[in-house]
T-cell receptor
Framework: AQKITQTQPGMFVQEKEAVTLDCTYDTSDQSYGLFWYKQPSSGEMIFLIYQGSYDEQNATEGRYSLNFQKARKSANLVISASQLGDSAMYFCAMRGGAGGTSYGKLTFGQGTILTVHP | NAGVTQTPKFQVLKTGQSMTLQCAQDMNHEYMSWYRQDPGMGLRLIHYSVGAGITDQGEVPNGYNVSRSTTEDFPLRLLSAAPSQTSVYFC?????????????FGPGTRLTVL
């Protein structure tokens, strides 16, 4: 079984500063994938970034980067140069295993509410 | 492409009523899933499908049925609604490939059971 833990119920950051959202995971699978999704107040789920367990480099997508520390089982999201529009709920999620039924199944953390102050 | 569509957007039921939440995708994705999101919690997997005719249970399947007769559609049936099923329901689809086989989510259905 997989488990995702997000220990920060809420985070605050000043506009234009960087912020790190924590995510730790637990799995017995050797191959797995880690995702971050953003959920604004409007409710939709927006895919931000992905890291595969065998990827040697940390994933980056524009202002988003994933600080992947495999030995510590952590996959923290770093948002650089925060914007007011970044205020939202952020979810860390995991897909366990490789192939077959794993593609249709994600395990989510509880989420972190990020508030960006002007 | 419309992506993943869900109907209705909002629904109020009385305890014991049944209903079907509709989900459709036009991206020819093999994999489809249903999640529920309760206040202050992450999404939890209800049922998922790896292709037409193949479904399996997720973490919280009790009280829900699914079927997948076509690649495009994956309806979720509530057999006898209970207040504990008050939640926001998300349908998602994914395919073998893409960025980590990411899941594409529908806009959600907000269900209230009185």
């Amino acid at each position: 079984a997989q488990k995702i833990t997000q220990t920060q119920p809420g985070m605050f950051v000043q506009e234009k500063e960087a912020v790190t959202l924590d995510c730790t995971y637990d799995t017995s699978d050797q191959s797995y994938g880690l995702f971050w999704y953003k959920q604004p107040s409007s409710g939709e789920m927006i895919f931000l970034i992905y890291q595969g367990s065998y990827d040697e480099q940390n994933a980056t997508e524009g202002r988003y980067s994933l600080n992947f520390q495999k030995a510590r089982k952590s996959a923290n999201l770093v948002i650089s140069a925060s914007q007011l529009g970044d205020s939202a709920m952020y979810f860390c999620a995991m897909r366990g295993g490789a192939g077959g039924t794993s593609y249709g199944k994600l395990t989510f953390g509880q989420g972190t509410i990020l508030t960006v102050h002007p | 492409n419309a992506g993943v569509t869900q109907t209705p957007k909002f629904q109020v039921l009385k305890t014991g009523q049944s209903m079907t939440l509709q989900c459709a995708q036009d991206m020819n994705h093999e994999y489809m899933s249903w999640y529920r999101q309760d206040p202050g919690m992450g999404l939890r997997l209800i049922h998922y499908s790896v292709g037409a005719g193949i479904t399996d249970q997720g973490e919280v399947p009790n009280g829900y049925n699914v079927s997948r007769s076509t690649t495009e559609d994956f309806p979720l049936r509530l057999l006898s609604a209970a207040p504990s099923q008050t939640s926001v329901y998300f349908c998602a689809s994914s395919y073998r490939g893409g960025v980590g086989h990411e899941q594409f989510f529908g806009p959600g259905t907000r269900l209230t059971v009185l």
